[in-house]
Every structure is written in C-alpha cells, then in structure tokens.
C-alpha cells in the first residue's frame, strides 16, 4: 500500500508506518520470550505457497511444533487445505480486502494460536508481490516464494519484495522446461536487490528441494530458541 | 489497497475513493469526445500481459491506430518489449512503488500519449490482484489475465478483481496439461463472481486464441467511436 500524491495521505502513511514498525518490534520481543518463531511467507497470487507449506509441514511437524495463520481477502480455502493434509493447527485470517497484513492484524490472528504449543508460526501472508512487503509484520524474518511460470525478471519489477526477503524460495522447477526462466539469472537478478538473500530451488508438487527449505527452518527456529 | 483499522485512514480512504470516482469518470467523458477507447488491462505478476499485448497489437495496427502506457513500479523492461516488438508508441509510467493506478495518475500517462493519432489506448496496470481492482481508473472496460499455473481456484480468493472486469483472458492454456486447471471449474468460478464476464482462453506465446481478444476489441473500440 501506498498513499496517493496528496499531502493528507503521505501524513497518514508516515504515521501508520512509524507506529507499525514499533508494533512489529513489540510482537518480536514477545515472540522472543516466549520461544516462537514467526516466519511470514509472500508471494503472488498462485505461486504454491499453500502447496508449499504443506510438504513442509509434513517433515517437519515430527520435529517441531508448527501451527499456521493463513492470510486471506475473503474464501477459507487454505487453512481447510492446511489442517486437512497435515493435521496441525491453521486458522484462516480475513483480511475483508485488505492487499496486506500488519503487526496489529498479525498480533490478532497470534491471539487466536495457542502459542505455548508452538515453536513455530508460520504466517501465509496475502498473494500480493507489491503491499506486502511494505509492513513489518512482527515475524523473525521474511520468506517469499517466485513460481517459474511468473517469469526470472520478477526481481526487476518488485525490488522491494525482494529486497525484505532472506529467502527466496523458487517453486515449480518441474516445469521450467515450458517456460522461458533462467536460474542463474533469476539468481543473479535477486542478488541485484538482496545480496544476503538466500535462494532455495524447489517442486513443491513432487517435494524436490523442500528439505533445504526444512533444514533452513529447523536452524532458524533452533537459533532464535537458543540465542 | 485498503485502510487500516482506524478511524483516520477510513476517512482518507472513503474522501479519495469518492474523489477518484469522479475523476475517472471526467476522464472517460473526455476519451469518449476524443474518440480515444481505454482499456484497463489488469492481473498478476508473470501472466503474460506483456506478451498478450505484443500478439495482439501485432494483429491490431494495421486496423486501427493503438498506444500502450505500461504501468510498472521501477523498471521499464515492458515498455521496450512493446515498443521494439510492435513498432507502436509505447510509455512507461513509474508508479514509485505504489501499488495500483488511480484516475489522475492515468491522466497523468495519458498526457504524454499522442491521443489525435490513437483509436484505442491501453493500459498495462501494475501486476497485482488485489489493489488495482479497487480503483476506477477511467478506462471504458477492465480486462484481467488469469494465466493457467496461478490456479483455477483464484476467483474464490480474489473476488472484487473478477467482479469488476467485463473480460477475463485465461493464458498459457499450452501447459495445462501440467498443471491441475479445470478450465469449466474455473469459468463457473468466474460467473460466480461476474455473470457478465466474458471469457477467452489464450495462449499468448503460440497466439492460440488471440484473434478472439483481437475481434472483442475491435468490436469495443467501433461501438464506443460510433455510439
């Protein structure tokens, strides 16, 4: 989201910015304290982020606790796909319209986990490659997913998606045959934006690649536990 | 975009909406004495808008006379496509990571477009379901592209975008054999939202169905010169 070309409007923004970004810093210190570990994962419309989530759940639930907020304008469809494939706890955020989530909203979905039974949240954050990336949602670090079908030139058109993220997960590589997408240069394109960013190759319809994304976890949620 | 939960940004957001509704339709009663028809064209990242609109210029120009303004956040990758695949006049406009277009900024465009020497505009808005479906944006008609690997599930989940555009244009129907899209499952979720909507599945990399797009427009654009 961002505001029109009129002063009233930059106003507003200066101000919901500043004070989301201090909400975002208090969820993390409460996060911190209670030992969970927020991960918020965006993407486009499309790009597999419930597929995704799915296959790595299943590897990961034997491990850790993991419970699942899944952001959406309006249908209910994801946390249903959720629960039902892997048996943990999803609720279904409805954002009623809204193109993004913030820390408020993030914190009111969090009231609503029981966090005392989870080492990680996994917040699906509303498919949108622009808004989102825009507020700080409280969550330990950033995730996105770029479907091959989206095309490699994406970081060139959303720096600032890619420029948040610390991982970049680049899904439906089963397909990369049909579709004009250069690894490489879709590589190199990401460290244009983020040269920290790390990128994980995966088919989230056959699981090739998803245990990088679990082990990635697994050291994430260990770290932010321990340190 | 939608406002915040607070009483101040909904009072923005009720004053420009309402201000913006206005200005579209000044600009759309100053096109129709222009002769000018504006389309809107609108989806997610990495659909094909760009290459459905390179097929379908190429099949236009010699027909009638068409510009593109080619909306994007940073970069100008499309608007050079367009230009050296077709020939015809080609802008971009940077919205400066705002994520939609609203009446004035499309004036803004329009401003820089020879509109004596053009029959039919078009807008390529920024690649996102959600935010720009809530701004008129002047345009005669919305389109929307909905390619086959986001899913045939997302007029469930991004309703208004499907509510307000009288085409929606399915692309990359070459590899639906990959992917789990049931075309009539779709349509049937498309009328849901839209019983109005036209539908026209594509394919823009193979031109497949692209003479269908061609032929609608050239219908829209005579009807709206002539009534």
Same mark, same amino acid.
Not at 137 to 160: F, Q
Not at 169 to 189: Q, T
């Given at each position: 989201?961002? $505001?029109?070309?009129?002063?009233?409007?930059?106003?507003?923004?200066?101000?919901?910015?500043?004070?989301?970004?201090?909400?975002?810093?208090?969820?993390?210190?409460?996060?911190?304290?209670?030992?969970?570990?927020?991960?918020?994962?965006?993407?486009?419309?499309?790009?597999?982020? *419930?597929?995704?989530?799915?296959?790595?759940?299943?590897?990961?639930?034997?491990?850790?606790?993991?419970?699942?907020?899944?952001?959406?304008?309006?249908?209910?469809?994801?946390?249903?796909?959720?629960?039902?494939?892997?048996?943990? $706890?999803?609720?279904?955020?409805? *954002?009623?319209?809204?193109?993004?989530?913030?820390?408020?909203?993030?914190?009111?979905?969090?009231?609503?986990?029981?966090?005392?039974?989870?080492?990680?949240?996994?917040?699906?954050?509303?498919?949108?490659?622009?808004?989102?990336?825009?507020?700080?949602?409280?969550?330990?670090?950033?995730?996105?997913?770029?479907?091959? $079908?989206?095309?490699?030139?994406?970081?060139?058109?959303?720096?600032?998606?890619?420029?948040?993220?610390?991982?970049?997960?680049?899904?439906?590589?089963?397909?990369?045959?049909?579709?004009?997408?250069?690894?490489?240069?879709?590589?190199?394109?990401?460290?244009?934006?983020? $040269?920290?960013?790390?990128?994980?190759?995966?088919?989230?319809?056959?699981?090739?690649?998803?245990?990088?994304?679990?082990?990635?976890?697994?050291?994430?949620?260990?770290?932010?536990?321990?340190?």
């Amino acid at each position: 989201m961002q $505001p029109m070309e009129k002063v009233k409007v930059i106003e507003i923004k200066k101000s919901v910015f500043a004070e989301n970004d201090k909400d975002a810093d208090n969820l993390r210190k409460e996060l911190r304290t209670k030992g969970v570990y927020l991960l918020n994962l965006m993407s486009s419309p499309g790009s597999g982020k *419930t597929t995704t989530l799915i296959q790595t759940i299943n590897r990961l639930k034997d491990k850790i606790r993991v419970a699942v907020m899944e952001a959406d304008i309006d249908s209910d469809v994801d946390a249903v796909k959720i629960k039902e494939a892997t048996g943990i $706890p999803s609720i279904q955020l409805h *954002t009623g319209g809204m193109c993004h989530l913030d820390a408020e909203m993030t914190r009111q979905g969090l009231d609503n986990v029981a966090l005392e039974d989870a080492d990680l949240v996994v917040l699906e954050n509303v498919g949108n490659l622009v808004c989102p990336a825009e507020f700080d949602t409280g969550a330990v670090r950033n995730a996105m997913i770029l479907s091959v $079908p989206e095309g490699d030139d994406k970081p060139l058109k959303y720096p600032l998606m890619f420029s948040v993220c610390d991982l970049v997960l680049i899904n439906k590589i089963d397909v990369m045959p049909y579709f004009d997408f250069d690894l490489e240069r879709c590589k190199s394109y990401i460290r244009q934006r983020n $040269p920290k960013a790390q990128v994980i190759p995966i088919c989230a319809k056959t699981g090739e690649g998803v245990d990088a994304f679990v082990q990635w976890l697994l050291n994430e949620v260990n770290s932010w536990k321990t340190n």
